[in-house]
């Protein structure tokens, strides 16, 4: 399991590189991906660094993530783990930093002797009022 963490804690460190190469090089090979930004499934070759850099080139640097609350499960080469994680950054153009808390689960394979991320889903809660505003304004207690 202590593989499983560094690959998950790494994969957070290298987003506050900007090192987009690097951060790919965590996913296996037709990864599905589930994550804040619409559409509700991302299309398309997710290993062209392309998309990570243009996400990233919309904040003043390259944003922040951390992991908490990590839990892992695994059976031989497949493990799925479970995360509170934040984002915090600038948007290009503003002073103000943001932090967003929001739910992980990845599911991972070990493939060639590496574990590689197969699956991964973000998501954020969202009022169930009738409004469907995102619940943006958590932080996780204990």
Avoid: C
């Amino acid at each position: 399991m202590n593989e499983i963490q560094e690959v998950i804690e790494r994969k957070a460190a290298l987003l506050e590189t900007g090192d987009a190469k690097a951060i790919l090089s965590y996913y296996a090979p037709g990864y599905v991906e589930y994550n804040l930004a619409p559409p509700l499934r991302q299309p398309g070759d997710r290993h062209d660094p392309a998309i990570l850099e243009a996400w990233m080139a919309g904040f003043e640097a390259p944003p922040r993530r951390e992991v908490t609350r990590l839990e892992i499960t695994t059976d031989g080469d497949v493990a799925f783990a479970t995360s509170i994680d934040s984002l915090s950054a600038v948007p290009r153009g503003s002073t103000e930093r943001f932090t967003l808390w929001f739910r992980v689960t990845l599911g991972l394979r070990r493939i060639d002797g590496h574990w590689l991320v197969t699956h991964e889903h973000e998501s954020v809660p969202f009022e169930m009022d009738g409004s469907f505003q995102a619940s943006t304004n958590l932080t996780p207690t204990d």
